[in-house]
């Protein structure tokens, strides 16, 4: 089984209304609840979904949460559409990676970053149509160039102050900017005048709900979506995968196999 870790009350005006990250007692598994890094976890019975056929139990934990949140980025919030075109900040992610293959499912055209050349190569290989590397390339001109002049119509970024400034000079008019992080750093300044002007929507996004964990649960037993892993460590052996993590060396999920040492 996979489990969604985001858990509201279920009887709230948010639960009852299918927003549940919007619930006053919404908690995350390892972050508000125990329930990480364990053999046993109780959750309610909402928030399980079988495992597609063919897939480890590594690919149904990393699965959950980046994907989720990727796809309240992209639809619920950000509405992304056939056709449109998004900018998609450290490819590296597995939120990012979940955002590329949602974004090819959903048909539009897309642009990841990353300040390493492996990374930009494989997301290339994984279907991005631009990649850029944000350390030595200008990104806010070659993403116009790449949309014809006049920006993308999406922006995916959770990196923060490091990317914000670049992430608005990248939208094009009536833009939408989503974020659901701030690595680098949580205050940000904009200029309003470009905001109101341009008529951009700057949206803030976390989790998903029980009925957007639904569909991706679906998609991903139809085989549209998978999560990509990037390397898996025994238990005995976790502080080694969150320094690789640390450190941003991964490309995708880092999985613990608590079972296994």
Known sequence: ???????????CEWCRTDDHPLCPDFAILGEHRHGTLAEFVVVPAANVARLPSGWSFGEGAAFSLATLTAWRMLTSRAHLREGETVLIWGIGGGVAQAALQIAKHLGARTIVTSSSPDKLEEAKNLGADLALDHASQDVPKEVKAFAGGRGVHVVV???????????????GKRGRLVTCGGTSGPRVTTDIRKLFWYQWDLLGSTMGSDGEYAEIARLAGEGKLRPVLDRTFPFRDAVAGFRRMAAGAQLGKIVIEVGNG
């Open 1 to 11: 089984m996979m489990l969604n870790p985001g858990i509201g009350c279920k009887q």
């Open 157 to 171: 970024d959770s990196v923060g102050e490091a990317t914000w400034e670049r992430s608005l000079r990248c939208l």
